[in-house]
């Protein structure tokens, strides 16, 4: 905790006063463009890889990345997606796993997660993503972590639209959906394409994406 207070103490005296124009300005508002879904995990800082402001990004984090399929049932993610798409009206939802996901982890290794129920029953939402490897690779190892991840952001795109709020905005083109993966070691961030059915550099991705616009 020292460390926290002490970390509030320099915001207050440097960027707080740097930025009170900001703050001021997002007192009573927020316009966010972008819903961003990542992991729980201590190491990912969604404003610090994508150099935002507070303001512009919606943050969502739990374990996995994870969004559950559309039910009667309210959640916090079913309330914060719906929130976020009909009243702030955001334009972009991105999905962004990371490298040395623990959650994948968990889901690939049911039994390392078998003492924690509440755990066990969250990551039941990566089962298809998880059936996939397995069809494509038979016994899974280490080796297939990056594989699962990837297919278990794809799998959260597609619970995702399951959601009618998300549904309706997808089917009037004022929403678009990305699925990102971070590389924690190399600090890279990969981008699904549709088109070549494969992650790819987001480099590459966005750079060819906004020139054809």
């Known amino acids: 905790m020292e460390k926290l207070i002490s970390g509030l103490a320099k915001f207050q005296k440097t960027d707080f006063q740097k930025n009170k124009a900001l703050f001021k300005e997002l007192a009573n508002k927020q316009e ?110 280490h080796e297939h972590l990056a594989e699962m991840t990837q297919e278990n952001v794809l799998m959260q795109i597609k619970h995702l639209a399951t959601h009618p709020s998300v549904a309706s905005k997808m089917a009037s083109n004022e929403l678009d959906i990305h699925g990102w993966v971070y590389d924690i070691p190399n600090g890279e961030v990969s981008c699904y394409d549709p088109i070549q059915q494969e992650f790819i550099s987001i480099q590459k991705y966005y750079d060819r994406f906004y020139k054809s616009k």
């Open 32 to 141: 966010p463009e972008t819903l961003f879904i990542t992991c729980s995990d201590s190491r990912i800082d969604p404003n610090l890889i994508t150099q935002t402001d507070p303001g512009e990004l919606f943050i969502c984090r739990n374990a996995g990345n994870i969004v559950p399929p559309h039910s009667l049932a309210t959640g916090g993610m079913t309330a914060s997606i719906e929130f976020a798409v009909m009243v702030l009206g955001v334009r972009h939802v991105v999905i962004c796993g990371h490298t040395d996901c623990g959650a994948m982890k968990g889901a690939m290794n049911p039994e390392s997660v078998a003492s924690l129920p509440h755990v066990s029953n969250w990551l039941s939402n990566c089962s298809a993503a998880l059936e996939i490897v397995k069809a494509k690779n038979g016994e899974l190892s």
